[in-house]
């Protein structure tokens, strides 16, 4: 089912040790984790990123087609950033030049290092969610914006809106598949079509997929009304975050494999 490809905002449940962690501790390391892969600029810094992460990977004991899956998606746009810069950096010797076409040894590096960050990127910060559960998350999030409320920040509207958004993925998916069904069951099989066909017959789903997803919306804002609902209000928590020592030092490990980053030549 289209439903069991998406990966975003999936919690995959195996009781492993960063499943156990304060999401608020997870939360901080994979923004640690972007600013790593956009300092690592050399084949030595991606190899030591790379070993750090595929560690990390493999000990929430999810299985690696979680991660595959995650990357897939965006498998068009990870080409086209290779291609580009195959095709427009021109920097070191000159290797091959086809008319309009030169493809430079700098070029095939850049290229290389792109989609290999970008692949890294994707796979690895897709633990923030397998490993946490939305509400979790969301509380996360708050905990984190906690300080900036004297600026005007509502950690709770921001919270609330992710928290919604997580659960309206699967929502929305689920509404497409079943408009497929209902066009494949009046002879509108999406696998048969050529693929100029496929891009018209989900670009029709557009509209009512929108609807439905804007009729949902209105249903969920009148249930929490009727309930009493006050964004903001205070109320007591089922839940409470606790920073462990384990948070530190997870926390810990990606400051020092910044810090390498920076180092290594």
């Not at 999401?23 to 923004?31: D, E, L, V, Y």
């Not at 397998?130 to 998350?137: G, H, N, R």
Request: charged share 15%; glycine share 6%; hydrophobic share 55%.
């Amino acid at each position: 089912m289209l439903v069991d490809k998406v990966m975003f905002g999936r919690y995959i449940k195996t009781d492993s040790w960063l499943h156990k962690m304060d999401p608020r501790a997870k939360i901080t390391s994979m923004f640690l984790f972007v600013v790593i892969i956009m300092i690592a600029h050399s084949l030595w810094d991606l190899l030591l990123v790379t070993s750090f992460a595929i560690a990390i990977m493999a000990s929430s004991k999810i299985p690696a087609s979680f991660f595959v899956k995650a990357v897939r998606p965006l498998r068009f746009l990870i080409l086209f950033l290779f291609l580009f810069q195959l095709f427009f950096h021109n920097q070191g010797e000159l290797l091959v030049e086809l008319g309009p076409i030169s493809i430079y040894r700098g070029g095939i590096l850049l290229a290389f290092l792109t989609a290999w960050r970008m692949i890294l990127l994707i796979s690895f910060t897709s633990l923030l969610t397998f490993t946490t559960a939305p509400l979790t998350l969301t509380k996360g999030v708050e905990g984190i914006l906690e300080p900036f409320r004297f600026l005007g920040v509502s950690p709770e509207r921001l919270g609330l809106m992710i928290s919604i958004s997580l659960r309206f993925i699967p929502t929305i998916f689920e509404e497409t598949q079943k408009i497929l069904k209902a066009q494949a069951s009046r002879g509108a099989e999406l696998s048969d079509l050529p693929w100029k066909e496929k891009g018209k017959m989900l670009m029709s789903l557009l509209v009512p997929v929108t609807v439905g997803a804007f009729r949902r919306a209105e249903d969920l804002v009148n249930s929490m009304e009727a309930r009493g609902f006050v964004l903001g209000a205070p109320r007591s928590q089922y839940e409470t975050l606790t920073w462990k020592v384990t948070d530190t030092v997870f926390l810990s490990l990606f400051f020092a494999i910044g810090l390498a980053t920076l180092l290594i030549i």
